[in-house]
């Protein structure tokens, strides 16, 4: 326990966890939680958000330590797993935008909940959470410590104390969804379902720009 506390690097811990921070978005991926759910009674919406965390973390964590020999292992490079998830996304941003996940509740409301309706594998868990960037960004901060044992696990808590705070505004989603109404919702729901298709382009378009099909766009000023 002494030796890991004297490995701990004050900076690195606040670099690695405004990075994941950053790419993990805990404040951004609320709104978009609130419109997969939307309709969910509260009991559901918060199993949703605690499995979705739960599972994001296990990847973040299982990639982390073994994602990049594993993509080697298998010939896919990060480009091509972002653009694969940008692609996912994208889809569920068409669901969002078109409200095509209300209605098919509405075609089975008799038949009770189905695995299609419980979003906390995809796309919260993945991509949303546990994106390519988040993946990547584990990657990364766990090269940057040797790849120990006490850098892994430093690493690891920092992840866990963000993945926390998504938890955090997933169980807030409720007291937005009563504050917006109805027809905030619906208008939140398409806003958000816009970003999230931009997103996914932007996902795309950093796969593409990483293995050369596009040239690199210097930073907007």
């Given at each position: 326990m002494l030796e890991f506390l004297d490995f701990i690097d004050l900076a690195f811990v606040i670099t690695a966890f405004v990075t994941l921070f950053v790419v993990i978005d805990p404040i951004g991926t609320a709104p978009i939680f609130l419109a997969l759910?939307?309709?969910?009674?509260p009991a559901r919406r918060r199993a949703i958000g605690i499995r979705a965390c739960v599972i994001a973390a296990i990847l973040?964590?299982?990639?982390?330590i073994a994602g990049e020999d594993f993509?080697?292992?298998?010939?896919?490079?990060?480009?091509?797993?972002?653009i694969a998830g940008g692609i996912l996304l994208f889809l569920t941003a068409l669901d969002m935008l078109f409200d095509r996940r209300t209605q098919r509740r509405k075609e089975h409301a008799d038949?009770?909940?189905?695995?299609?309706?419980d979003p906390s594998v995809f796309p919260l868990a993945m991509p949303l959470i546990a994106g390519p960037g988040a993946m990547a960004s584990m990657v990364l901060l766990i090269g940057e410590t040797g790849r120990s044992p006490q850098g892994m696990g430093l690493v690891t808590l920092v992840m866990l104390a963000v993945i926390a705070?998504?938890?955090?505004?997933?169980l807030s989603?409720?007291?937005i969804e009563r504050l917006l109404r109805r027809t905030?919702?619906?208008?939140m729901t398409r806003l958000f379902g816009l970003l999230l298709a931009a997103l996914s382009v932007q996902f795309v378009l950093n796969g593409a720009t990483a293995i050369g099909i596009l040239p690199q766009t210097a930073p907007m000023p």
């Amino acid at each position: 326990m002494l030796e890991f506390l004297d490995f701990i690097d004050l900076a690195f811990v606040i670099t690695a966890f405004v990075t994941l921070f950053v790419v993990i978005d805990p404040i951004g991926t609320a709104p978009i939680f609130l419109a997969l759910t939307q309709g969910m009674t509260p009991a559901r919406r918060r199993a949703i958000g605690i499995r979705a965390c739960v599972i994001a973390a296990i990847l973040l964590a299982l990639f982390g330590i073994a994602g990049e020999d594993f993509l080697r292992s298998v010939g896919i490079s990060m480009p091509a797993f972002q653009i694969a998830g940008g692609i996912l996304l994208f889809l569920t941003a068409l669901d969002m935008l078109f409200d095509r996940r209300t209605q098919r509740r509405k075609e089975h409301a008799d038949e009770g909940p189905t695995p299609a309706d419980d979003p906390s594998v995809f796309p919260l868990a993945m991509p949303l959470i546990a994106g390519p960037g988040a993946m990547a960004s584990m990657v990364l901060l766990i090269g940057e410590t040797g790849r120990s044992p006490q850098g892994m696990g430093l690493v690891t808590l920092v992840m866990l104390a963000v993945i926390a705070l998504v938890l955090l505004a997933f169980l807030s989603a409720g007291l937005i969804e009563r504050l917006l109404r109805r027809t905030g919702t619906m208008v939140m729901t398409r806003l958000f379902g816009l970003l999230l298709a931009a997103l996914s382009v932007q996902f795309v378009l950093n796969g593409a720009t990483a293995i050369g099909i596009l040239p690199q766009t210097a930073p907007m000023p």
